[in-house]
Each structure stands twice: as C-alpha cells, then as structure tokens.
C-alpha cells in the first residue's frame, strides 16, 4: 500500500511526510525560497561528532557529500590549523572562531560542485552562538550581494547560550535553522524530491 501511495503522491507532484516535525522542517526551507537544484551536500562546523551524524543523515535520506575541487581543497587547507583534515564532512576545530566560519563559508560558496552547504554550531568558548551567527550571516549576504544568487545555506546551531539570539539573526538573512542536524538534511532532500516531482509532472507516461 506504501508503494502505491508514494507512486501516486509522485505521479501528483506532492511530498509526503511522516510526522509534524518533518512537515515543519520543510515548510521552513520552502518557506525561505532557496534553490535546491542537487542532491550533493557540504556539512561544515566546529564539532566532528555532529559533522559525522550530519553525514550518516545524508546517507540515509539519499543524498551524497560534494567532493570538493582542487582549488578549494587547497584554499581550506590554508585555514584550517596544521595536520587538521580536508574532507566533508568539514571539522573546523573546537578553537573555530567566527571568522573562520565565516572564512570556510566564504570558499565552500565558490565551490560549483555542491548544491547546499549545512552549518554546524556546537557550543564553544571560541565561537559565541550569536557572534557566530552574525558571522555566516554576513557572508552569505556579501556572497548574494556580490553575485545576485541566493545560495542554499542551512544551520543548526546546538546549545543553549545565545541560540535564540542566532536563529533570529540566520532567519533575517533567510538562513533557515533547525534543531538537529537530522532535521537540516531531511528537509534539504525532500525539496530535492519536491523538484523531481515536479519534473515528473512534465513527463509523458510511456505508451501501454
């Protein structure tokens, strides 16, 4: 019965969503009008354990991590501390201040092979949740000023201190933000699957 129903609701151009809180989650990326052209994420943030747990959603939704360029793997490789990995996920390191968020962003933004970018906040004495906020925000802002695109930037920003403060800062830069990092990646990749309907709806079924 599964099977028929999620054909239809495809068929239909809907989405279908297994519970209130991913319902909201995709109502608040939709919400924010941000291209989703791709299924290849970059997770970047200063806790590899959630980068990690940001990944293995990725997996599971479907989707893929972005590999990333020679020229940006070179360009984080001068930002990041000495013998600290380039990879995606991306560690940044506990020590992460804002304008090394603010840095990788800025890179990760230039990187053509990547459809969405999901940062990651873990509370940390370096990086203080509203200053690192107002860091992302800005650049995504510089980056859409500069060029006239509006990026797919997504966050979760974890902790208590300050956390209400950022997400209000991310939301006026229409950087949705949500609770877990789970949350983040399910709501991409049913916009992404909300695209795919919708191509399919131009399609001209096969004659029987």
Not at 97 to 125: K, M
């Amino acid at each position: 019965v599964d099977a028929i129903y999620d054909a239809a609701f495809r068929r239909t151009g809907l989405l279908r969503v297994q519970s209130l809180r991913e319902l909201f989650g995709v109502t608040n990326l939709l919400a924010h009008a941000l291209p989703v052209t791709g299924d290849r994420l970059a997770i970047v943030g200063n806790s590899g354990g959630l980068g990690l747990l940001a990944a293995d959603a990725v997996g599971v939704e479907g989707g893929r991590l972005a590999q990333f360029g020679g020229d940006t793997e070179v360009a984080l490789r001068h930002l990041l501390p000495a013998g600290a990995a380039v990879g995606n996920p991306l560690d940044l390191g506990r020590d992460a201040d804002p304008e090394r968020f603010a840095a990788a962003l800025n890179i990760l933004l230039q990187e053509r092979d990547l459809n969405g970018i999901v940062v990651l906040h873990a509370s940390s004495l370096a990086a203080a949740a509203e200053t690192t906020a107002a860091a992302v925000s800005e650049g995504v802002e510089q980056f859409r000023s500069r060029t006239g695109d509006s990026p797919c930037v997504l966050s979760c920003w974890l902790g208590q201190n300050g956390r209400h403060p950022a997400w209000q800062r991310l939301q006026e830069q229409r950087i949705p933000t949500f609770e877990m990092p789970e949350d983040a990646i399910r709501a991409f990749m049913q916009c992404w699957r909300r695209v795919q309907n919708r191509i399919g709806l131009m399609a001209t079924p096969p004659p029987v």
